[in-house]
Every structure is written in C-alpha cells, then in structure tokens.
C-alpha cells in the first residue's frame, strides 16, 4: 500500500469524522423518543452508524489526537441519546425477538461502554430458541453473531455455527460475480464485515472467499465507481481493507477524495446535494460514516495493523 493511499485514505476519513462529529445534533433523537421507536430508521439507526465509526476509530488508534477526541465525544454523545444503554435495555426487555438492541449495543462495548444489566438480559434472550429461530437474511443472523462475540456474549467461540451462517449468504455460494445487483452488493459487504470484524480477524474470511473476493472486487468497485454509487463503492473499499492481503488502491482513493465535500460530508451518489443541513445530515450521514470506516482502516492495514483482534 503506497504513502499515497495512506495519506489520502486518512484526509478523507478525517474530513469525515469531523463532519459526523460536528453534525451529531442533527442526529438526536426526538425529545418524546422511547424504546418503541416507531420508526428507528429514522435517528435510532444513524445514531448506531455514527457509534460504530467512532468505535473504529478508537479500537485502531491510528489517528491523530484530535480524530481520536472527536471520535470520544461522537461516542459518547450517541451513549447519551440512548439513556447510557438504559432504552437498549427497556427495548430488549419488550421486544425480545428483536436483535437490534445487541446489534446498536456493540460498538459502545467496543469502545468501552458497558450496561450490565443489558448484557445480562441479551445472554438470557441469546439463549431461547423463540430468539435463535427469528427468519432474518443471512448477513443479519452474521452481524448478531459478530455482535455477540464483540460484547463478550460468545466468548469460546462456540455459540454460532460460523460456516453454516456463511454458507447461507450470497456469498458463501461464491455465485456468478456478474449477476450481483444494487441490493446484493450490500449483503456482499456486510457478509465479510462481520466474519472479519471490520477487518479485525482477516482469517474470518476462509481462503476460498478471500480468492473469490480479491479477484471480484476491483470489478465491483469500478461498476458502482461508473454510475456514482459512492456509498457502496466506499463499502467495498472497506471490504478490501478487510481481506488478508488489502486492496486498496490510490486512483480509488483519489476518486473518493475527488467527491468528498470541503466539509467532510461524503455524497451518497452522483445526484446534487440539498443545501438544507437536516436533509444533507438525513441524505449522506450513512456514506460519511463509511467513509470515515474506510480510511481508518486502509490507515491501519497499511501500518500493519491486520489480524490483531482488539
């Protein structure tokens, strides 16, 4: 990986670090907001997206003092937004089927945040077979595994059966690369996100799929490059930085360098940009996000930071 694609890969995920964190009240949940959240979509969701790239920032280190205290706060703030863990609680003890709770609960326990009485309760409904049963797509019954062994829920390893999760993905099947669509491109993503960790346990990936994955993904990123879909070319550069050997080349970085705003925000696609700051923050808050995930990891692998679980 050259000096290139570090520096770059590091300006745009600190302009975009910068920009979540100096947007984050335009995240906050709405003054009424309880454990029913009507529609979690809406602020509850983003909040999680905005908790996870922070937690990255803080679990790799490679960022500077600043990115770092930004990366705190932006934590902390979102902690606040969820009653430090107590509306995570109250909707995991009304909705037991629901796997949400875990899965937003995870980058606040990677960064430090704990809630007892919530890991408590998630070990106990973790448990039920009602739980285990829930018919979600395959990639999800992925990210509540890597949740589970993220909070410490799966601690031998032994809870989820990895290879037959894998196998019922999109992925697992190593199909026809040019069929994948829009939609499957994401299942793509987050399938290697959570085997891997966020690029944490690169092995997560078995030999096969590494293969599969690093001779595909150059294709894919130029595809969705071609139409602008820079939300998910940013999550396939985060796939690559997932990967034994990383991909992450510098006209790809560049390029993304190229359509990020002065201000860090990043465009989720090639229409125009409202100027309206609620819309902008609503439109482009998930692709900032990924951005900010992407060149904090190309930064670490490139500094070596690859199979060292954190």
């Known amino acids: 990986m050259?000096?290139?694609v570090t520096q770059t890969a590091h300006e745009v995920s600190s302009r975009a670090l910068a920009w979540l964190h100096t947007q984050?009240?335009?995240?906050?949940?709405p003054a009424d907001s309880t454990a029913d959240l009507g529609e979690p979509d809406s602020v509850y969701k983003p909040l999680a997206e905005s908790a996870l790239a922070a937690s990255l920032v803080l679990r790799e280190s490679v960022s500077g003092s600043t990115e770092l205290r930004f990366a705190r706060e932006l934590m902390d703030f979102c902690w606040r937004q969820l009653g430090d863990g107590d509306?995570?609680?109250e909707r995991q003890l009304r909705y037991s089927m629901m796997t949400d709770p875990l899965e937003t609960y995870?980058?606040?326990a990677r960064g430090g945040l704990r809630h007892e009485p919530l890991e408590n309760l998630l070990a106990h409904t973790g448990a039920l077979r009602s739980v285990r049963a829930v018919e979600i797509l395959p990639n999800r019954r992925l990210a509540v595994a890597n949740a589970a062994r993220?909070?410490?829920?799966?601690q031998d390893g032994r809870s989820y059966d990895w290879p037959t999760l894998t196998r019922a993905t999109w992925l697992g099947a190593t199909p026809e690369p040019w069929l994948i669509d829009w939609m499957t491109g994401y299942c793509l993503t987050h399938t290697v996100f959570h085997l891997t960790d966020w690029g944490a346990r690169p092995s997560g990936l078995t030999e096969e799929l590494t293969a599969y994955v690093a001779t595909w993904l150059p294709v894919w990123i130029d595809i969705w490059?071609?139409?602008e879909q820079w939300d998910l070319v940013a999550e396939l550069m985060i796939v690559g930085c997932c990967l034994t050997e990383p991909y992450c080349t510098a006209s790809d970085w560049e390029r993304l360098a190229r359509v990020q705003h002065t201000d860090g925000l990043m465009p989720r696609d090639g229409d125009p940009v409202a100027d309206d700051p609620e819309r902008r923050f609503a439109d482009h808050q998930h692709t900032t996000v990924v951005a900010a995930v992407a060149g904090t990891l190309a930064v670490s692998r490139a500094l070596g930071g690859e199979t060292a679980y954190r």
């Open 2 to 4: 050259t000096t290139s």
């Open 24 to 29: 984050r009240e335009l995240g906050a949940l």
């Open 87 to 89: 509306m995570l609680y």
């Open 106 to 108: 995870a980058p606040f």
């Open 150 to 154: 993220v909070v410490g829920l799966d």
């Open 225 to 227: 490059a071609e139409i």
